[in-house]
């Protein structure tokens, strides 16, 4: 087995194998926890990378400054530990921020996007639901012209998943009306990949999500709306 520990020297999470198990008997054992929810059940003298140990006696020194292993009996409330970033999952509603972004008469860089939130989060992808429109509808060169220099500004950050445009014809009115949201798409996606992520983003101004962020955050998701 692999197990995921800090390397001090870069600063990122990497992963070391297993060499040995050890039966250390039967143990107290305390409950560790962060402010954002995460915790986990540890050992008294388990070290864990505290920020600034404040004389606090050391298990192991660290190369940063101020900063120590100190075993979990000393570690304080109040004290920051290294812990690994919240794996984040991007899911954006074009239909919503299209028309958001057209009446405020700007537009969004998704790649400044992904680089902000890559401070708090460990981006995992940037999904981007798009109805496109058929062959013989007049929008469809225009839905292609916009698709190409975005996705060559973007294509690197974003995974661009579409739909076709539904066309129904209404009998009364005899004429042919256009259908297409990505509510459902977008939905399932999310369910399919919530044990892929810690937190869930959505980015649209729709709140038809209200309910799936109610249920995500009663399986301790962390969900918020850009």
Do not use: C
Not at 13 to 39: C, F, H, P
């Amino acid at each position: 087995d692999e197990i995921a520990s800090l390397d001090e020297q870069t600063g990122k999470i990497v992963w070391s194998r297993v060499n040995a198990l050890m039966d250390m008997g039967v143990k107290t054992t305390y409950r560790l926890q962060t402010t954002d929810g995460r915790e986990i059940r540890t050992t008294a003298e388990h070290p864990y990378l505290v920020r600034e140990t404040k004389g606090r006696a050391e298990k192991h020194s660290s190369p940063s400054a101020g900063a120590g292993w100190l075993a979990v009996e000393n570690i304080k409330p109040g004290d920051y530990i290294a812990a690994p970033k919240p794996k984040l999952g991007v899911f954006i509603d074009d239909a919503n921020m299209f028309y958001a972004q057209k009446k405020e008469g700007w537009r969004i860089d998704y790649a400044k996007l992904r680089h902000l939130l890559a401070r708090s989060f460990d981006v995992r992808f940037m999904n981007y639901y798009l109805v496109m429109p058929g062959e013989r509808d007049t929008a469809f060169q225009k839905t292609k012209q916009f698709l190409g220099p975005f996705m060559r500004a973007f294509g690197a950050v974003l995974t661009l998943r579409t739909k076709p445009l539904k066309y129904i014809f209404d009998r009364e009115k005899k004429e042919w009306t256009k259908k297409g949201n990505v509510d459902s798409e977008l939905l399932i996606d999310v369910l399919v990949r919530e044990d892929e992520i810690d937190a869930v983003a959505i980015v649209s101004g729709d709140s038809d999500y209200k309910a799936l962020a109610e249920a995500l955050a009663q399986k301790g998701k962390k969900v918020f709306f850009a």
